[in-house]
C-alpha cells in the first residue's frame, strides 16, 4: 500500500507563496489520482485540487482555482501544490491523498481512500 509524505508547511504573510511537497513511498497507479485536502478548526475536511497520476488534466476547488497550482514528477512520486495569493481563510492543515489503484474521478473527495498525516499552513493578516 502506498504511503504518503507532506512537506513544506509554515507560516506566511497574506499574499505570499507555500510550495507543498507529497512524497509517495511508490508508484502510484497512472490511472488513478492524486490530491490535496485541507481542514481547518471546527471545519469540515474540504477537497482542494487533483490530478490524473499518470499527468495530464488538473482540477481545483472553485475556493483555490487560479491561485494554487497541482502538479506532480513522475519520476520521483511526487506531488506538488504551488500556493500563490494565500488568504487568512487557507490557514488549515492540508492532506496529501491518493486513490491507489484505482481509477476515479479526481474532482470526487469520495473517491481518495489514502492520506498523508497532514502540514499545517498558517496565513497571517
Known amino acids: 500500500e502506498v504511503q504518503l509524505m507532506e512537506s513544506g508547511g509554515g507560516s506566511v504573510q497574506a499574499g505570499g507563496s507555500l510550495r507543498l511537497s507529497c512524497i509517495a513511498s511508490?508508484?502510484?497507479?497512472?490511472?488513478?489520482?492524486m490530491g490535496w485536502f485541507r481542514q481547518a478548526p471546527g471545519l469540515e475536511r474540504e477537497w482542494v485540487a487533483g490530478?490524473?497520476?499518470?499527468?495530464?488534466?488538473?482540477y481545483y476547488s472553485n475556493s483555490v482555482a487560479g491561485r494554487f497550482t497541482i502538479s506532480r514528477d513522475i519520476a520521483k512520486n511526487t506531488l506538488y501544490l504551488q500556493m500563490n495569493d494565500l488568504r487568512p481563510d487557507d490557514t488549515a492543515i492540508y492532506y496529501c491523498?491518493?486513490?491507489?489503484?484505482?481509477?476515479?474521478?479526481?474532482?470526487?473527495?469520495?473517491?481518495?481512500?489514502?492520506w498523508g498525516r497532514g502540514t499545517q499552513v498558517t496565513v497571517s493578516s
Open positions: 491523498a491518493s486513490t491507489g489503484t484505482t481509477s476515479a474521478y479526481c474532482d470526487q473527495p469520495w473517491t481518495y481512500s489514502v
Open positions: 511508490e508508484y502510484v497507479y497512472g490511472s488513478s489520482c
Open positions: 490530478i490524473i497520476s499518470g499527468g495530464g488534466a488538473t
